[in-house]
């Protein structure tokens, strides 16, 4: 079994790499064999102990249930396969017998919720898992039940918001995200005192290409990166030939995505500027902010600064 582990807030996040010992296989799995046309193979420890057993087919392809066995005799590791393909619950136990990892597998892939626990199975991370990939919200917890993190994955990758947790309940680190890379930090001690931030509000832009013809406008999202408690305001800044116009829209943590469209085609070159600046009031000599250069060329080129 192989597993990442990465510190977080004083805890081991287990993420999953891969855990398969088998060819992974998106077709279809035949499933008709029945339980006569299994063969169960046994091993045992030097002393006498059960070390595996397993169900597999005629031609010693594994074909239902696996059991692997510490030499206490305790169940290490349950797993099911079809047809060589691990599809089914796959169970990991401690020696003392308590559940250390569950999973769901489809077509060789994990796929649905899984957990990992400590010894004595306190919960150490949940989340769910969609052909092999990460999805949704990934949370761990402290030894004592508090929460450690919530990160957020799309696709196998970390998306969107991640909290990060100080033992005693108070926010450690707060990231934003985009394609699995930090756009903005913002870290605290563990009385809730600012430490230091980096990286930018605006956490990206994206257009949609099949609406540049649609009335002449051009279609923005604006990703933006707002911890909790902090607010401001993002500043647009549109310039086309000699006329410029400014636009100031009010940004809080509940804010995500601002649309924003403009006319694309009332000059040769349209240019905007983005500016954010967040406060918060309990740190005001802290400011957060972020920019961002566009232009727009004739011929709907979107060229970013």
Not at 243 to 266: A, C, F, G, M, N
Request: charged share 25%; proline share 5%; with cysteine.
């Amino acid at each position: 079994m192989i597993r990442d582990f990465k510190k977080t807030a004083g805890l081991s996040l287990l993420i999953y790499v891969g855990i398969t010992a088998c060819t992974q296989d998106d077709s279809p799995v035949n499933d008709s064999f029945d339980a006569a046309h299994l063969i169960t193979l046994t091993s045992y420890y030097s002393d006498g102990y059960i070390a595996r057993r397993c169900q597999v087919l005629p031609d010693s392809t594994r074909h239902g249930e696996s059991v692997f066995y510490y030499p206490n005799g305790e169940v290490q590791t349950t797993v099911t396969y079809r047809r060589g393909i691990r599809h089914g619950k796959a169970v990991t136990c401690f020696p003392d017998g308590a559940k250390e990892s569950v999973f769901t597998y489809k077509n060789g892939y994990p796929h649905g919720p899984y957990r990992w626990y400590y010894p004595g199975e306190k919960l150490m991370q949940e989340g769910v898992y969609r052909a092999g990939k990460l999805t949704g919200w990934v949370k761990s917890y402290y030894p004592d039940g508090a929460l450690a993190s919530r990160e957020y994955f799309r696709a196998g990758e970390k998306s969107g918001k991640a909290f990060r947790y100080h033992e005693n309940g108070a926010l450690q680190t707060f990231i934003a995200y985009h394609e699995g890379a930090p756009a903005l930090k913002v870290a605290y001690d563990s009385t809730g005192n600012y430490r230091e931030h980096y990286g930018s509000v605006i956490a990206h832009l994206e257009h949609d290409p099949t609406k540049l013809l649609w009335d002449d406008l051009i279609f923005l999202n604006i990703h933006l990166a707002v911890p909790p408690g902090w607010k401001g305001n993002l500043e647009i800044i549109r310039k086309s030939g000699d006329k410029i116009s400014i636009q100031k829209r009010p940004v809080d943590e509940s804010i995500s995505v601002l649309h924003y469209s403009t006319p694309h085609r009332s000059a040769p070159v349209v240019e905007l500027i983005l500016r954010a600046r967040l406060s918060h009031e309990q740190i005001p000599d802290i400011l957060l902010s972020g920019e961002q250069h566009l232009t727009i060329l004739e011929g709907k080129e979107l060229r970013y600064e």
